[in-house]
């Protein structure tokens, strides 16, 4: 018994000391590489990261003091009924402003949106893929993992047309209703973690500034809508001691594959609870009950059969017929990620080199030969130095690539008003206050991963974990596949958990130093 302790609380150490490198290496990277080094898609802020993370810290202090001097005791007042009113109050006020700011900087992007919105426009009118615009179809025989999004489009925009709404500006809604969605199930996990009314201010307070008027609620695309589907995981799991168990695991596995078909890298969320929970498992003393097990491993059966079906009927609907011969193989990404000229960012040569290849098992073996070569090229030293530009790509971008895709402002409105124009010159890149818009997401980006390195500390729950694991899971991801700051998007609500947990480590930990000071003195 008394080894099994030992060994048990490994695997949860593990963890929290291999995310705290990271972060502290992502740090170090940011702050004392980014200006020194020049890499795809760098942005250039006004001052550089250390400046603007010694801002940052400044002025958090400033509003720490301001809150605690004349809010918190107003705070400290309020009723769990109350706060659950303001918060309802606080998802209707917010999203009537993203619907407000939408209206008036909304433009249609190019790149894979644009291709989607198109197919969906064909699709709403009754023609579907077999039968239309040729590059609609050729596009999702070879990128088939955009079909499902394909499908949520077309049914958002027969919504549209049934109540004679413009369906490129109902996607950008549901878009924005999905972070925002994100954000009060977010609180609500801190407040299930914490306990605590002034981290949940901080965790609306962080999520206001940082992804609720974030301008990729404009975008129509995968990575807004897998946001719900993320932050419902988190949701799931750190609630179903409320839930009934069949109908969790139904849940959490129905939303995990789900979300999988909006978004591949949204499973990562459930490998994590899986990892965690098995190593759980593995050491609680409960017996296993053979009639309960039967009962979960059918309420996750029966979720999966549930997504496989709608898939189906999805790519029937669409009319979907597979090319096998022009299919893209998850090896492409791979080779994508080594590539040297853009740093593992997209690179056409690559697109073209997969496509010069027939049939999946071709291209397969043509990205490992590729792959291998691009291995022996770099060596050890090389390869180092090509996650270093990764993670910089990744993670020294609050804005998290906004504007980078090719084709991205593809057809502006014309509305002229002042507010318009004012918004305009904040959100477009061309825009003369971008430049300052994007340094202040920058400030509050290097923030959260700072304060993300402090939430490991004394980690009493072993599901913050998840969190922890799942962070760990998508950087490395990025570091082996393609590398893009908006693949983080989706995730940030989980960047913004920890945040709130950072916060009140290093509370914790100042009252601590205060305590010893004074024991000392005595």
Same mark, same amino acid.
């Given at each position: 018994m008394k080894s099994t302790k030992k060994i048990y609380p490994i695997f949860y150490n593990f963890i929290? =000391?291999?995310f705290g490198v990271m972060m502290a290496g992502i740090l170090f990277i940011n702050l004392f590489v980014a200006n020194r080094r020049e890499?795809?898609? +760098? %942005? %250039?802020?006004?001052?550089?990261?250390i400046k603007l993370l010694i801002i940052g810290i400044v002025v958090f202090a400033i509003l720490v003091v301001i809150y605690n001097k004349f809010i918190k005791k107003y705070v400290d007042k309020l009723t769990k009924k109350q706060c659950n009113i303001l918060l309802l109050i606080y998802f209707f006020v917010t999203f009537i402003l993203q619907i407000y700011i939408i209206n008036k900087i909304f433009f249609l992007s190019g790149w894979d949106v644009g291709v989607l919105r198109g197919a969906a426009d064909q699709i709403a009118h009754g023609? %579907? $893929?077999? *039968?239309?615009?040729?590059?609609?179809?050729?596009?999702? *025989?070879?990128?088939p993992n955009n079909l499902f999004l394909l499908f949520v489009f077309v049914f958002i925009s027969k919504i549209a047309c049934i109540f004679s709404i413009n369906p490129h500006f109902l996607l950008a809604l549901v878009g924005a209703?999905?972070?925002? =969605? &994100?954000?009060?199930?977010?609180? +609500?996990? #801190?407040? /299930?973690?914490?306990?605590?009314?002034?981290?949940? #201010?901080f965790a609306i307070f962080i999520s206001v500034l940082f992804i609720m008027f974030s301008p990729w609620i404009v975008i129509p695309y995968s990575d807004t809508y897998?946001?719900?589907?993320?932050? &419902?995981?988190?949701?799931?799991?750190?609630?179903? !001691? %409320?839930?009934? +168990?069949?109908?969790?695991l139904f849940l959490l596995t129905f939303f995990s594959f789900i979300g999988y078909k909006i978004k591949p890298t949204v499973i990562i969320s459930l490998i994590a609870i899986i990892m965690v929970e098995i190593w759980n498992y593995l050491f609680s003393e409960k017996n296993a009950n053979f009639k309960?097990?039967?009962?979960? =491993?059918?309420?996750?059966?029966?979720?999966?059969?549930?997504?496989?079906?709608?898939?189906?009927?999805? /790519?029937?609907?669409?009319?979907? !017929?597979?090319?096998?011969?022009?299919?893209?193989?998850?090896?492409?990404?791979?080779?994508?990620?080594?590539?040297?000229?853009m740093k593992g960012v997209y690179l056409q040569e690559d697109v073209d080199y997969t496509a010069s290849f027939r049939g999946i098992n071709k291209k397969k073996n043509a990205n490992i030969k590729k792959i291998k070569k691009r291995i022996k090229h770099y060596g050890v030293l090389g390869y180092l130095q090509l996650l270093v530009d990764k993670t910089l790509?990744?993670?020294?971008?609050g804005s998290f690539a906004w504007g980078i895709e090719g084709g991205f402002y593809q057809e502006l409105t014309e509305d002229n008003s002042k507010l318009s124009t004012i918004l305009k010159k904040i959100y477009y890149n061309d825009g003369i206050y971008y430049h300052y818009f994007e340094t202040y997401l920058q400030v509050i980006w290097l923030m959260i991963l700072l304060l993300c390195f402090y939430s490991?500390?004394?980690?009493?729950?072993?599901? $913050?974990?998840?969190?922890?694991?799942?962070?760990?899971?998508?950087? =490395?991801?990025?570091? $082996?596949? !393609?590398?893009?700051?908006?693949?983080l998007f989706l995730f940030s609500p989980y960047y913004l958990v920890l945040s709130c947990l950072g916060i009140i480590k290093i509370g914790s930990l100042k009252s601590e130093v205060y305590k010893n000071k004074r024991c000392c003195k005595i």
């Amino acid at each position: 018994m008394k080894s099994t302790k030992k060994i048990y609380p490994i695997f949860y150490n593990f963890i929290a =000391i291999l995310f705290g490198v990271m972060m502290a290496g992502i740090l170090f990277i940011n702050l004392f590489v980014a200006n020194r080094r020049e890499f795809p898609c +760098k %942005k %250039k802020f006004l001052f550089s990261n250390i400046k603007l993370l010694i801002i940052g810290i400044v002025v958090f202090a400033i509003l720490v003091v301001i809150y605690n001097k004349f809010i918190k005791k107003y705070v400290d007042k309020l009723t769990k009924k109350q706060c659950n009113i303001l918060l309802l109050i606080y998802f209707f006020v917010t999203f009537i402003l993203q619907i407000y700011i939408i209206n008036k900087i909304f433009f249609l992007s190019g790149w894979d949106v644009g291709v989607l919105r198109g197919a969906a426009d064909q699709i709403a009118h009754g023609i %579907k $893929l077999n *039968q239309g615009n040729d590059f609609y179809r050729k596009y999702l *025989q070879v990128y088939p993992n955009n079909l499902f999004l394909l499908f949520v489009f077309v049914f958002i925009s027969k919504i549209a047309c049934i109540f004679s709404i413009n369906p490129h500006f109902l996607l950008a809604l549901v878009g924005a209703l999905s972070v925002n =969605i &994100s954000i009060i199930m977010l609180v +609500k996990v #801190v407040w /299930k973690i914490t306990r605590n009314k002034h981290a949940c #201010v901080f965790a609306i307070f962080i999520s206001v500034l940082f992804i609720m008027f974030s301008p990729w609620i404009v975008i129509p695309y995968s990575d807004t809508y897998a946001m719900v589907f993320t932050t &419902s995981i988190l949701y799931l799991y750190f609630y179903k !001691e %409320k839930m009934n +168990k069949y109908i969790y695991l139904f849940l959490l596995t129905f939303f995990s594959f789900i979300g999988y078909k909006i978004k591949p890298t949204v499973i990562i969320s459930l490998i994590a609870i899986i990892m965690v929970e098995i190593w759980n498992y593995l050491f609680s003393e409960k017996n296993a009950n053979f009639k309960m097990t039967i009962n979960k =491993i059918f309420s996750i059966i029966l979720a999966i059969s549930l997504v496989g079906v709608i898939c189906n009927l999805s /790519k029937s609907y669409l009319g979907y !017929e597979r090319n096998v011969d022009v299919e893209t193989p998850m090896t492409h990404f791979i080779m994508m990620g080594m590539n040297d000229k853009m740093k593992g960012v997209y690179l056409q040569e690559d697109v073209d080199y997969t496509a010069s290849f027939r049939g999946i098992n071709k291209k397969k073996n043509a990205n490992i030969k590729k792959i291998k070569k691009r291995i022996k090229h770099y060596g050890v030293l090389g390869y180092l130095q090509l996650l270093v530009d990764k993670t910089l790509i990744n993670y020294d971008d609050g804005s998290f690539a906004w504007g980078i895709e090719g084709g991205f402002y593809q057809e502006l409105t014309e509305d002229n008003s002042k507010l318009s124009t004012i918004l305009k010159k904040i959100y477009y890149n061309d825009g003369i206050y971008y430049h300052y818009f994007e340094t202040y997401l920058q400030v509050i980006w290097l923030m959260i991963l700072l304060l993300c390195f402090y939430s490991i500390f004394k980690i009493k729950n072993y599901k $913050l974990l998840v969190i922890h694991l799942t962070i760990i899971g998508i950087t =490395i991801f990025l570091l $082996l596949f !393609e590398a893009r700051a908006r693949y983080l998007f989706l995730f940030s609500p989980y960047y913004l958990v920890l945040s709130c947990l950072g916060i009140i480590k290093i509370g914790s930990l100042k009252s601590e130093v205060y305590k010893n000071k004074r024991c000392c003195k005595i």
